[in-house]
């Protein structure tokens, strides 16, 4: 009988895996890098340095085009920044507020209950700036897409030119990580982009790997304590399973 | 799994061999089913506390400039309304008037303003909630000048405490200070 | 239900006036259950605690959803940053649903396997897939909440197979979406639903148990008791046999919920519903492939829709497809053979629903949904009168004729 219970749930398991499995075929012939996150595994946890520096490329080369909605300035404590220095980055943006005694709605600094402000008023404005093409909210980005880590390096450290068999339309550019190969999103990060004050490497990898760290944190901001309470649930459920398993044993021993 | 049970001592319903039940491993063993249900229950109950966008809302910048000499205006603090007062000499002086000690709720009237001419309290009955009358000029103002609550007819002075009425305490003054000489942040 | 059975006073006063005590000591003691069952029958007790962590999860997370489709989106994303313990609670409540089937469909092949369908089980084993119905459903129309692109999508395309009805299927997609896409009435109502059904489920659940405690539990040698000596009380052996199967579900949920949270959603469901751009490869929830592989498997639209419900509906007249009189497959050799087929034809099923229609999967998905069918409509009841038997033992107290095929 424990054969029928191993071999139905081997096959389950391996059902449920199948989707997924589906999934990274449909993606084609495209091999994505590996990267070592900190995130990664059992006892994940993010790199504070590496998210400060991530952010500071979202600032400096991506929030031109990509809104981050979902994340308020408060939010960045998770990166190590106090509560003075959180106030300070607000401060820098103007976000509308109102309507005022007088019905009219007026900008002020942002505090850090506010959400990060959009570079465009709506989606219409941004397709009209960008050759018709969405530039996608970051702000989820690092769970809206298949192996969400490893695809968004890949897919920034993946401009190439296009080989020679490939024509490659005004406005779209070569990519090696994204589906189909045409992307509408020029390349982003050349290397050297941005200045870091911690002197860590500005090269392409360097500031890819930087800020998809970043959006990783932006898209899944409570994984450090849900692998902290996972280590706990898992030890106390595994001896629960032993004592329990024991004290059916002691319990059955007087049936047969 | 199943064996040769023919001379085996059946336990069957009648629930005799006590002693298996009280094994130390089985008493263990539902207690910590016990402790793990405590534990789920936590998240389950903390849920309904304030979220962390609720609680970093909890701050509101008014400018107090416009506010005219025997006007008030009503801000929302918290999801609150909260009453500012810009009172005059004359209500200054009949806070004042009397010993604050010997009130329901003893305090002067100088613990509760920080600015004698600017009153801020929470807009809130101290008795069941309800949002007391006196902020319009047309308004019912209480036999103390200050505010009336409609709902069981307590009435507050003009220092926001109570003098008649059920209501146990004087309207709260919630934490603000002056972040220049116009703004005042509450919370 | 004498009330003398209990010594507390306070308890016997109760008693006598509502019995919960007796009640509680019938199921508890007095309720003979056979005393071979094994782990498999674990999964009834493991599907029940599924539907209450269902229910308590889903009604927390209630609290803080908008079900809007402005603010449904954004509401779920609160729950994850901003609400204590959000992101905890909507993982679990995301991670049991699919355990639940999981479980579900242990506790079906379970049934299957030992003939638990059969008489007189019948209305038992209907009520079950009365269940399972509503869970369906239910899994469903919880998918569409989170108001990402998988949940639109969806809930588009499940709609829509209602216009398969000839005549009124235009105007039943209608009366479904209240609208003529799916839109704002269809998310509130959804949701609605997708609150009053768990409620109906847990209904249904008590009739099951009902139905259950009639006859009392099936075993893995199918022959009735046929005394005290086939039987042990409910508790505490069969309370604690269902803790380690407890202990054993909680720890694997656990590994879901905090380490692979999102391995059994799609990414595009956190990308926000966009009725104007389909995601390149929808596919449902793992556990509708193998119904969503039927449904393709037909290049009819009419004859999908009809197939895979047909599909469920078959189960419904199960116990009148397999005549043969022996329920366990234990002492049913050829039966034995044709219920791993189906067992397998189903996993290729769900495996053919998650792949691309185009090729060689079209042709696979044929021959697959060809053999489900071909099971129980041509093999079960062919079976009942052509298999040679094995003999079965006395009693389950002496069942030495019976343990030799079964590595047990």
Known sequence: MRKLIFATMVSLMSAVGMPGAALAASGGDVTLLKNDWSFAGIFGHYNKASMQRGFQVYLEVCAGCHSMKYIAFR??????????????????????????????????????????????????????????????????????RAHGPDYLYSLLVGYQDAPASMEVPDGMYYNNAYSGNMIAMPQPIYGDDVEYADGASTSVEGLSADVTHFLMWAAEPKLEVRKRIGVAAVFFLSIFLIMSYLAKRRIWADVY | MVKSTSNSKSPSADGVQEPARRDFIVVATYAMGAVGAAAVAWPLIDQMNPAADTLALASTEVDVSKIAEGQAITVTWRGKPVFIRHRTPDEIARANAIDGAELRDPQEDEARVQRPALLVVVGVCTHLGCVPLGQKTGDVKGDYDGWFCPCHGSHYDTSGRIRKGPAPTNLEVPPYNFLSDNVIRIG | MSAAKFSNPVVRWIDHRLPVFSMLDHTANEYPTPKNLNYMWNFGSLAGLSLVIMIVTGVVLAMSYTAHVDYAFESVERIMRDVNHGWLIRYIHMNTASFFFIVV?????RGLYYGSYKAPRELLWILGVVIFLLMMATAFMGYVLPWGQMSFWGATVITNLFSAIPFVGESVVTFLWGGFSVDNPTLTRFFSLHYLMPFLIAG??????????????????????????????????????????????????????????????????????????????????????????????????????LLMFGAIA?????????????????????????????????????????????????????????????????ILPMLGVFENTKPLPKSISEPVLATTGEAA
């Open chain 3, 105 to 109: 469909y242990l506790h079906i092949f």
């Open chain 3, 204 to 305: 249904v659940v008590v009739l099951h148990i009902v139905a259950l405690h009639r006859f009392g539990s099936n075993n893995p040698i199918g022959i009735d008791t046929k005394g005290r000596q086939d039987t042990i009380s409910f508790h505490p052996y069969y309370t604690i046999k269902d803790m380690v199967g407890i202990a054993m579900f909680l720890l694997l949920l656990a590994i879901a919920v905090f380490f692979f949270p999102n391995a059994m959603g799609h990414p595009d469901n956190y990308i926000p519903a966009n009725p104007m751009q389909t995601p390149a490869h929808i596919v449902p929830e793992w556990y509708f492939l193998p119904f969503y592989a039927i449904l393709r498997a037909v290049p009819d639209k009419l004859g999908g829709v």
């Open chain 1, 75 to 144: 939010n960045l404590a998770d990166l190590g920044y106090n509560e003075a220095e959180i106030k300070a980055i607000a401060a820098e943006y103007e976000v509308q507020d109102g309507p005022d005694e007088d019905g009219e709605m007026f900008m002020r600094p942002a505090r850090p209950a506010d959400l990060m402000p959009s570079p465009y008023r709506n989606d219409n404005e941004a397709r009209a700036n960008n050759n018709g093409a969405l530039p996608p909210d970051l702000s989820l980005i690092a769970k809206a």
């Open chain 3, 314 to 378: 078959i189960l419904f007249i199960l116990p009148w497809l397999d005549r043969s009189p022996v329920r366990s497959a234990r002492f049913r050799p050829v039966f034995r053979i044709f219920f791993w087929l189906l067992f397998i034809d189903a996993l290729a099923l769900g495996y053919l629903g998650a792949m691309p229609a185009e090729g060689i999967y079209v042709t696979l998905s044929r021959v697959a949904t060809a053999w489900y069918f071909l099971h129980f409509l041509v």
